[in-house]
């Protein structure tokens, strides 16, 4: 069974650093074609992918957020961690941390399973 | 950021069918990427609902389908049940920039 979850502050100041970490199970990030993105969603909008991370370290970002993320694994405790720096109040939003979907050495582009969410508001 | 646009709102009655397009262009969508839809229910992660175009993971009821063609994609729900309202969004995968894409979203309201 797989399950992830996220962490972080909730509340986080202009233009400093947010740092989220997505601690999973089920699933092993040292496994061929496993990957883990990350997707926010701003009250009441839609859903903005973020970044990704797979097995081999690959890693993906939104072009227009590029030079403010950076997403990086620790395989030994399961954890999966999302820095985006000089945060605005525009950033405020719920952050999802979801699995890449892999089953049985199939994997398709889409997120199978995902975290319950952590609310992030950025105000001074 | 949306790269993939949906209409803004459904409504139907209960017992009713109701379908949500997803509008994409030739680096998603048309380029051949897969289309999948979540349902979002208030205050609750995205579950998906359709992947690779028109299936069902276990658990989802037949009364949701999906269809692609060209650029653009469809999610059907037949027999509209109440707690069928909830907020619907399609996915591809975008070649030119490399990146997960979502859709605008779509409210489903059962009248």
């Given at each position: 069974q797989i399950t992830l979850e996220e962490s972080g502050p909730t509340l986080v100041k202009p233009t400093q650093t947010l740092t989220l970490t997505c601690t999973f199970s089920g699933f092993s990030l040292t496994t061929s074609g496993e990957g883990v993105g990350w997707i926010r969603q701003p009250p009441g909008k839609s859903l903005e992918w973020l970044a990704v991370i797979y097995w081999a370290d690959d890693k993906g970002y939104w072009p227009s957020l590029r030079s403010r993320l950076t997403i990086t694994k620790d395989t030994s405790r399961n954890q999966v961690v999302l820095t985006m720096t000089?945060?605005?109040?525009?950033?405020?939003a719920t952050y999802y941390c979801a699995h890449r979907h892999c089953s049985g050495g199939s994997c398709q582009l889409f997120f199978d399973h995902w975290g319950q969410g952590a609310l992030v508001t950025v105000s001074s | 950021q949306s790269v993939l646009t949906q209409p803004p709102s459904v409504s139907g009655a209960p017992g009713q069918r109701v379908t949500i397009s997803c509008t994409g262009s030739s680096s998603n969508i048309g380029a051949g990427y897969d289309v999948h839809w979540y349902q979002q229910l208030p205050g609750t992660a995205p579950k998906v609902l359709?992947?690779?175009?028109n299936n069902r993971p276990?658990?989802?009821?037949?009364?949701f389908s999906g269809s692609k063609s060209g650029t653009s994609a469809s999610l059907a729900i037949t027999g509209?049940?109440?707690?069928?309202?909830a907020d619907y969004y399609c996915q591809s995968y975008d070649s030119s920039l490399s990146v997960y894409v979502f859709g605008t979203g779509t409210k489903v309201t059962v009248l």
């Open positions: 000089n945060m605005d109040p525009v950033d405020t | 359709i992947y690779g175009n276990s658990g989802v009821p037949d009364r509209l049940q109440a707690d069928d309202e």
